[in-house]
């Protein structure tokens, strides 16, 4: 049996805690607690998973109500950055990205495909020039120096999609020797680069395919694709990936669910 999880570091909330937040401001006592542990999360202390302090510790540290650290910890609830445990406490969260990207594709005739991660073939891993555009997007200055890989992806022997993906070289060195084939990157990226992915962006577009994709993906070129890009942020809103995929028009379907 797995022992309890013990809550992150208390340190920080004595005595920098109370002098974190300034009663004088017109920034409501909410916003800057929920801000304070934004930062707490973006700096490592608190990290993925971890159990943060309670609501009755965080109102002692800080000499304010119950009640306004619970209005700042529901609103990280609905941002996403921590998830709430009934009976345990609050955790840091954990973004599931399992689905992400291929809930716009068919993988096949059935659903047979459901669960199943899909198989990458790389084609190129290393350092490359970026695009004037992604090297905008990453912040990676004039050299435009990133790591690239471009790959394809696969469900039950069909190529489904066409992927360059950009990484800054000073958080992402020696991925290049990483064996990706049958794993998902946002695990990797968190567990050996210590850079988990918190929230991302796409821009869906309708495109021909070009000469290239019509060699990987098997399609006739000037055939329809849906072309997804992404930008992918960790902690702090800081950008660490960007990603142009291209998938097989035949097989697109758009889902969106709104609660």
Same mark, same amino acid.
């Given at each position: ?72 910890? =529901?609103?990280?609830?609905? $941002? %996403? @950055?921590?998830?709430?445990? &009934?009976?345990?406490? +609050?955790?840091? #969260? ?14 096949? =005739?059935?659903?047979?495909? $459901? %669960? @199943?991660?899909?198989?990458? &073939?790389?084609?190129? +891993?290393?350092? #490359? ?131």
């Amino acid at each position: 049996m797995n022992p309890s999880p013990t809550p992150g570091s208390f340190s920080s909330l004595s005595p920098r805690g109370k002098s974190g937040l300034d009663l004088n401001s017109y920034v409501p006592l909410y916003q800057q607690l929920k801000e304070w542990m934004k930062k707490e999360i973006a700096s490592g202390t608190w990290k993925t998973g971890e159990m943060i302090p309670s609501e009755n510790e965080l109102a002692v540290a800080f000499s304010i109500s119950p009640g306004t650290v619970k209005k700042a910890l =529901s609103e990280l609830v609905r $941002e %996403g @950055v921590i998830a709430r445990r &009934r009976g345990k406490g +609050s955790f840091v #969260a954990r973004p599931d990205f399992r689905r992400s990207l291929f809930r716009f594709f068919r993988h096949g =005739s059935g659903a047979g495909f $459901e %669960g @199943v991660l899909p198989v990458s &073939r790389v084609l190129f +891993s290393g350092s #490359a020039k970026a695009p004037a555009k992604v090297a905008t997007a990453l912040h990676l200055g004039r050299s435009r120096a990133c790591i690239r890989i471009t790959r394809v992806r696969s469900l039950g022997g069909t190529p489904i999609m066409f992927e360059h993906i950009y990484l800054p070289p000073d958080r992402f060195g020696g991925i290049e020797t990483v064996d990706i084939s049958k794993e998902l990157l946002y695990p990797i990226y968190e567990s050996r680069f210590g850079t988990p992915i918190v929230w991302a962006e796409e821009f869906l577009e309708p495109h021909l395919a070009s000469a290239e994709v019509e060699r990987n993906l098997g399609i006739r070129q000037g055939s329809p694709v849906i072309y997804i890009e992404r930008i992918a942020y960790t902690f702090g809103d800081v950008p660490v990936e960007f990603r142009c995929s291209t998938g097989r028009g035949d097989r697109f379907r758009y889902h969106i669910e709104l609660r």
